[in-house]
Structures are given as structure tokens and as C-alpha cells.
């Protein structure tokens, strides 16, 4: 028999009941209820930040901030040009086979071949960008380089 909605069940000791505070001193939250005695944290209605430091200046504002990061910047994804070697001779590598073969995650990636390794393949390849090197390597293989948009 498989595994199906009706037959699903909790793992014992998974589920855990509420934590009722303030129930007398044998439930072991009884008393000040887990809150300590006095302060700001004893109080009802406090809210405090998750980074406050009780006024002392906070770590991020402490330690320095430098440069920026551009929100338009092109991020590209680094295939090296011995990973291209799997295929075979002759094949047009495009986005899709290297999709296909795990090399390129996600449909929205813009990949860039860089020059690492050797190709001993003519591939006719197709990426969104190409360092020299691996422009270099794959004519010298008898191989095309082509930019897609």
C-alpha cells in the first residue's frame, strides 16, 4: 500500500502543546512568566528591535561602510571552456544544452564562457559573453563564437 492523504500521520513528539505562562509556580513559567524580574523586557507592551543594544551604538552602524552596489549591474554566469569538452564535435552549444546538461541554472541567466581548460572540439557556441582567451581557444578549435542578446 503507498503513501496517501488519508493515511498520512504526525510524527510522534513532532506536535507540542501551547506553553500556558503565568499558571502557577509548578508549571515552571509561573510567577514573573519567563520575563526575569523588572526592566523594559519585564513590561507589557514593549517593543524593542531585534538590533537595539540598549542605546549603546549599534553593530551596524559601528563598523564602516564602503562602496555601493550597482542595482543595474550585469551578473553573468562563468561556464569554462573545458566544461564545454562533454559535447560532442560539431554541436551548436547554446543556452538550452547547457541548461540542459546542468551548466546553466535558471532560464533569466546571462552566461559569459571564460578561458580555463582546453577544448579539443569544434563547437559552434552561443553566450552572452566571451573572455578572449575563450574566444581565443575555441577558434583556435576550429569552433565559432557567437553574442546573443
Keep these: 500500500m503507498g503513501m496517501y492523504l488519508h493515511t498520512l500521520t504526525k510524527t510522534p513528539g513532532s506536535k507540542h502543546r501551547r ?6 509556580e509548578s508549571s515552571g513559567k ?5 520575563r526575569g524580574n523588572k526592566g523594559q523586557m519585564a513590561r507589557s507592551g514593549h517593543n524593542r528591535k531585534p538590533a537595539f543594544e540598549g542605546g549603546q551604538m549599534r553593530l551596524i552602524r559601528r563598523i564602516p561602510k564602503r562602496g555601493f552596489t550597482s542595482w543595474n549591474k550585469t551578473v553573468y554566469l562563468p561556464v569554462n571552456v573545458s566544461a564545454l569538452d562533454r559535447f560532442e564535435a560539431g554541436a551548436e552549444v547554446n543556452l538550452e544544452m547547457l541548461q540542459k546538461v546542468g551548466l546553466a541554472k535558471g532560464s533569466d541567466q546571462r552566461v559569459k564562457i571564460l578561458g580555463t581548460g582546453e577544448l579539443k572540439k569544434k563547437l559552434a557556441v552561443k553566450a552572452h559573453a566571451f573572455s578572449a582567451s575563450a574566444r581565443s581557444k575555441i577558434e583556435a578549435a576550429g569552433g565559432t563564437c557567437e553574442v546573443v542578446k
Design 19 to 24: 506553553m500556558r505562562v503565568g499558571r502557577g
Design 30 to 34: 509561573g510567577k514573573t512568566s519567563g
